[in-house]
């Protein structure tokens, strides 16, 4: 399952791309915490991850290079894909360009609620990027990329991953949004210096403008395995012998 979260409203919502449904729940506070399902879209074939842009809007991540050369994809209500762009760079190396092509499956993606921005983080090659979403096209604003990925053969099977190197620098973990900022847990570290559970923590969240401007760099107490953005407040999980949650301000 892939989860997202409507900053308009009180509601999580979760794509399961192996039966290619969007289910959106509202949360309830009375005297516990409910979740009451409030809508079910349906379609959004080879899609691996989607994010709802607005009320007829939805964008998504492919994976799968035999469907589609393009990275993205914008999908109507009824789960029809309208178009899909941004298309993988060629490479003569088939190794690395079907490497490249995996960035959109293991990618966090995360949607402006305000202005139809999409941002994509890829964990294992440090690269960002900022699309302004429209009824009929897609445009990329901002790409940034900050390490050069070293990786392992990669996994087989129908959905491609990669597997990070123990050199590979693990960089931005997962992406939440507000109205004006992008927030991007950085780890920085490598498994071969830190091992596995170590590396894919973090204690930096690096702070962008819809513009791909650096803000700020946060630098929290803890690490942090991921964080979601309310208001002026990041919550975050931490993991040291059991999970916690940590609240900042961030103003």
């Known amino acids: 399952l892939f989860f997202s979260r409507d900053k308009r409203e009180n509601s999580v919502s979760f794509f399961a791309p192996r039966v290619n449904k969007f289910l959106n729940f509202y949360i309830e506070y009375k005297d516990s915490i409910t979740f009451e399902l409030k809508e079910e879209y349906s379609g959004f074939e080879n899609s691996n991850q989607l994010v709802r842009v607005n009320d007829t809007l939805f964008f998504s991540t492919f994976a799968n290079s035999s469907i589609t050369p393009d990275r993205y994809g914008l999908f109507n209500e009824k789960g029809e894909l309208l178009y899909s762009g941004v298309t993988y760079p060629n490479n003569n190396s088939q190794a690395i360009s079907d490497n490249l092509k995996s960035i959109a499956f293991q990618s966090s993606i995360a949607v402006n609620p305000d202005n139809s921005s999409v941002v994509s983080a890829c964990k294992f090659i440090g690269y960002m990027e900022i699309?302004?979403?429209?009824?009929?096209?897609?445009?990329?604003?901002?790409?940034?990329?900050?390490?050069?990925?070293?990786?392992?053969?990669?996994?087989?099977?129908?959905?491609?991953?990669?597997?990070?190197?123990?050199?590979?620098?693990?960089?931005?973990?997962?992406?939440?949004?507000?109205?004006?900022?992008?927030?991007?847990?950085?780890?920085?570290?490598?498994?071969?210096?830190?091992?596995?559970?170590?590396?894919?923590?973090?204690?930096?969240i690096l702070k962008f403008n819809w513009l791909g401007e650096p803000i700020e760099h946060l630098t929290l107490e803890h690490d942090i395995i991921s964080f979601s953005v309310v208001d002026n407040a990041l919550y975050a999980i931490g993991l040291d012998s059991i999970p916690k949650i940590f609240k900042y301000d961030i103003q």
Request: hydrophobic share 30%; with cysteine.
């Open 131 to 204: 699309l302004s979403i429209g009824s009929s096209d897609m445009k990329k604003i901002f790409e940034l990329q900050t390490s050069d990925g070293r990786f392992d053969n990669q996994s087989q099977g129908n959905f491609m991953s990669l597997k990070p190197s123990p050199k590979s620098t693990v960089t931005y973990l997962c992406v939440d949004t507000s109205k004006d900022f992008i927030y991007l847990l950085y780890s920085g570290r490598t498994i071969e210096k830190f091992g596995k559970q170590k590396a894919f923590m973090g204690n930096t």
